[in-house]
């Protein structure tokens, strides 16, 4: 039985564990677009602050599990159950799990595109942004929940001066109530932290950020933080169901036979809303 699994993932290395545990004379494969070491992505901010160090991110691949290294996927042919990756590749599959994950909303904002200018998702982010942190210098975050905050956070303890724009008249607006967030908001404001509430940035200059609104700062660096969007593009034409993310029922199976999806990529049944929603969080990826 031919498993392969599409992302070194959070959801795609405990797949293939478990895979493994359950099935150990199955054939186990990952494609993995990146071609570093696998690592926790959770880390990264508390690798900026230098509370944990690099060689402490890494992770050990799972046993019985080949991992191929800069393998990006760009077609999945459902019906003749191929994968074909941009080298020209193709792997075939008796079943296949996609575990592509998200990348960062970057805004369409004149400037995001400047050397300064970074998102939050890979380990070549937090190299980036390292070569920018300035002590006494400002940093502007656009984006107001749980991996903005965090990266304030580091970038706080290294010295810098922290201004986040957000957009929703609250922080943490996705998982805190409105007396809770007034509770953050004032514990940053102590900090010396600004925010910059019910406003966006637009354009992006040497050094300095224009808001919609019509302020602006001057900064060293700018990160955002806007949230994620499944990595879904190549899929079309696959026949898999797509709303924002891949349609999964409560097994993880898409809606073809033999395909499941897992991770940051799905939307599935939130037992709490009672609806179709995407949960961009690793224990959930991990579960």
């Not at 159950?81 to 909303?105: H, N, Q």
């Not at 019910?198 to 224009?210: C, F, L, N, R």
Request: aromatic letters at 6%; charged letters at 25%; glycine letters at 8%.
């Amino acid at each position: 039985m031919k498993y392969l699994i599409i992302g070194a993932s959070a959801a795609g290395l405990a797949a293939a564990e478990t895979l493994h545990k359950i099935y150990p004379t199955g054939q186990i494969t990952i494609l993995e677009k990146e071609r570093t070491q696998l690592y926790s992505r959770i880390l990264l901010p508390y690798l900026l602050s230098g509370e944990v160090k690099e060689e402490n991110i890494f992770l050990p691949e799972p046993a019985g599990v080949k991992i191929l290294k800069g393998k990006e996927v760009i077609r999945v042919d459902s019906q003749r159950r191929e994968v074909t990756v941009s080298t020209g590749e193709v792997f075939a599959f008796d079943k296949l799990l996609i575990a592509s994950g998200a990348s960062p909303v970057i805004p369409q904002v004149k400037g995001a595109d400047l050397p300064f200018v970074f998102t939050i998702r890979e380990l070549s982010d937090i190299h980036g942004i390292q070569k920018w942190v300035k002590p006494g210098k400002k940093v502007v975050i656009a984006g107001g929940g749980l991996v903005s905050m965090r990266i304030g956070e580091a970038l706080y303890q290294l010295g810098m001066n922290v201004t986040f724009v957000i957009r929703s008249k609250r922080v943490l607006s996705q998982i805190l109530d409105f007396p809770a967030s007034t509770i953050v908001e004032k514990v940053l404001m102590k900090k010396g932290i600004e925010i910059i509430k019910d406003d966006e940035i637009i354009q992006i200059t040497k050094g300095e950020i224009h808001l919609e609104s019509g302020k602006r700062r001057k900064c060293a660096l700018v990160v955002f933080g806007k949230g994620v969007s499944p990595n879904v593009g190549f899929l079309t034409n696959s026949g898999i169901e797509i709303q924002r993310g891949i349609v999964v029922n409560e097994h993880q199976q898409t809606n073809i036979e033999e395909i499941y999806a897992a991770g940051d990529v799905v939307e599935t049944l939130d037992i709490v809303y009672e609806d179709q929603r995407i949960n961009a969080l690793w224990p959930v990826a991990r579960e």
